[in-house]
């Protein structure tokens, strides 16, 4: 992720809206939109790489990032959605579609990473490419149980999309029903990528077939380009553009400069959208959410207080009933995670020691949440030391006030 809050204003509103509304669940409808449009300006714009197995998205992802991380294959491949975002190093990390915070966790390899079940797995890669657009090399389409959940995931997820189909069958009925279920604004922003076209079967009619794709596709995609990928490949090692004839008679150049366009294109929207939410429904309410948070800062020795009668109540149901399953008492520590977080996030309490303490029990809330705990006899064990070691800072957080 680029940071661009430097350069524009429109980012620090919307930050400073999302945290004044962040504890108010009635403001529902506006505060998604506003951190919709946060994401959007803050962070490249998404690529979506899509298609049936088999049809060249690991291919066509893996040469333009300039790595061979993942390994292509005829065989469906068993990973996640791979998300490629940029930065100075290479890293492997796991992420789930609805964590806001990220997971910082590292890992040797995409199959340690796949083995969390993560909805996706992050790589940070120091690429050209990257610094434009982020890259989403999804798994093939073809399995119809997790082809619309698949689908949606990526369709809340990305700006922009590139459909591979693989000119052998290209456009087949299974592609084209997927692709019709994706929201309209993505399909706007979609460039269909004909690829396989170097097989010599598909090269004598090639001429053929892009006049019967242009015919039925041309007014529902950008831009439809033929792509040979093993060419592409060769004419562009590690990243670099070596030979610019080979990549040009690849499709390499006419792909680039449709995704710079469509990029392009996303930023103005997402930036024009932002500034007329801000005008519209933001400023207008800025004023009085600031006196609000000034009015209802709590106090630490209320938080550490809400802390104890809630830790307490969860003791006396432990002593109340041994019996109590496993299940029902992590989901306790966790709703008493959770509350203390909410009081926690109130924009009133600044300063480092309320950051470090946030750090801690979004750590908490993390654990519980993706259920990391240790399976059998220890979790109940490890929630208990979480609980202790949060009162235990709490405590000291709550002292160090007076
Ligand atoms: N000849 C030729 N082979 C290609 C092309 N694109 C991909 N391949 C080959 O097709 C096979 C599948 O490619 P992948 O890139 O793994 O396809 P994928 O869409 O990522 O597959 P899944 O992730 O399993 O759905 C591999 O053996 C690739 O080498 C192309 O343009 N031309
Ligand atoms: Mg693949």
Redo the contacts with the bound molecule.
Sequence with gaps: MTDNSSHMPELAVLSEFLSLTAQEESSGGLHDEAHRLYVGLHSQPRVAVA?E???????LVNLLVGTDLVQ???L??RLPTILYEYGTEQKIMVGWWSDTAEDKREFADLDSAAELKPDFIRVTLPADILRMVSLIDL??TNDPLRAKERTLEMADNAHILLW?TNAVQAWRETERRTWSQLPGQLKENGILVI??V??PSIRKSLDRLMKRMTDELSSHFHALIP????KAAKARKDGTVSNKTAWEEAGGAQLLENIATLAATVRKESLASARALIEKEINPRLEALRAEAAASVPKPGEILEEWRSTVDGIVSRVEGDKSIGTDEFLSLCRAAVQDVSRMLEHPGLEGPAVAALKAEFRGAAHMFDQSRLADGDEGPEEAALILLQLGYELGSFAAQDG
Excluded at 53 to 59: E, M, P, R, V
């Design positions: 298609g197995f088999s049809s060249g998205k690991s291919s292509t294959s005829v469906a491949s798994p093939g591979c690829t396989h170097d097989l792509f040979q990928s093993p």
